[in-house]
């Protein structure tokens, strides 16, 4: 039998390299950005500025969807703490797939590469599409790829933006990380377009815009480089803004 005293230095020596073990330990938990993988929230704490098109876009779901599952009915008005589901509720998931699928199989799949995508149908729903700005398409759409679920557009700061085509300012805000001044414009029930790094925004929350009109000009957001990131959304999922934009001559 070991006397007390040794009892007690040997369990003072375990104790402390448990500590050291927890102290030094690191566990990475999984947290979703705008710009990276969608977040796996349930949930959404609704902040100042936001809006239920920029939560909806932000988590990469329709509109319509995220207003059905939390009982929020036109003109789609949220407040500040509000707690907002945006994910699917049971028994809305299977049909939500189902429409998806349907919605995207003649514009994107999970099997895109950087060489060869697949293009939408021209000017889906007789919207008329315009290019928001003119410069070097400097990046593609990827959907696999979190970075390019739409085109970067370079060009120089200050240099004019254009709404893609006709329709509604439904988000004009910083709130969502890695986008710098978003402006996301509604142009019916199914296709909304993003321009990111954006600066001296000349629009407003539901404000109406024509096709070509200035809404803003092109930022250098935490870059040297100035570029506009230009997204297309349809059903709230990210589609090929190529396949919709007019060739380029």
């Known amino acids: 039998m070991l006397p007390t005293r040794y009892k007690l230095f040997l369990l003072m020596i375990v ?11 690191t ?7 705008n710009t990276g993988s969608y977040s796996r929230s349930t949930h959404h704490r609704v902040k100042a500025g936001e809006t239920l098109y920029s939560i909806a876009f932000q988590y990469g779901r329709d509109p319509k969807d995220v207003a059905r599952w939390n009982n929020i009915s036109r003109p789609y008005t949220i407040y500040p703490r509000q707690k907002l589901r945006v994910i699917p509720v049971r028994g809305d998931a299977k049909k939500n797939i189902k429409r998806v699928k349907t919605a995207s199989s003649s514009s994107w799949t999970r099997k895109s590469t950087a060489t060869k995508t697949p293009a939408p149908d021209k000017y889906p729903s007789k919207l008329k599409w315009s290019w928001p700005t003119k410069g070097k398409v ?24 254009m709404a893609a085509a006709a329709g509604r300012v439904v988000y004009s ?14 142009h019916n029930e199914r296709y909304f377009s993003a321009y ?9 929350e539901k404000e109406k815009v024509k ?13 040297n480089k100035a570029k506009l990131h230009f997204e297309i959304r349809r059903n709230g999922k990210p589609v090929n803004p190529l396949g919709y934009l007019p060739e380029r001559r």
């Open 211 to 223: 096709l070509g009109q200035r809404i803003a000009d092109m930022s250098n957001t935490n870059s």
């Open 196 to 204: 990111a790094h954006t600066e001296d925004v000349v629009v407003k």
């Open 173 to 186: 805000g910083s709130g969502l990380r890695g986008y710098g001044h978003l402006i996301i414009l509604k």
């Open 138 to 161: 400097v990046s593609t759409f990827l959907l696999s790829d979190p970075g390019r679920r739409g085109i970067d557009i370079k060009g120089k700061k200050g240099q004019p933006i």
């Open 15 to 25: 104790l402390v390299l448990n500590s050291g073990c927890i102290r030094f330990a």
């Open 27 to 33: 566990y990475k938990s999984y947290k979703g950005t």
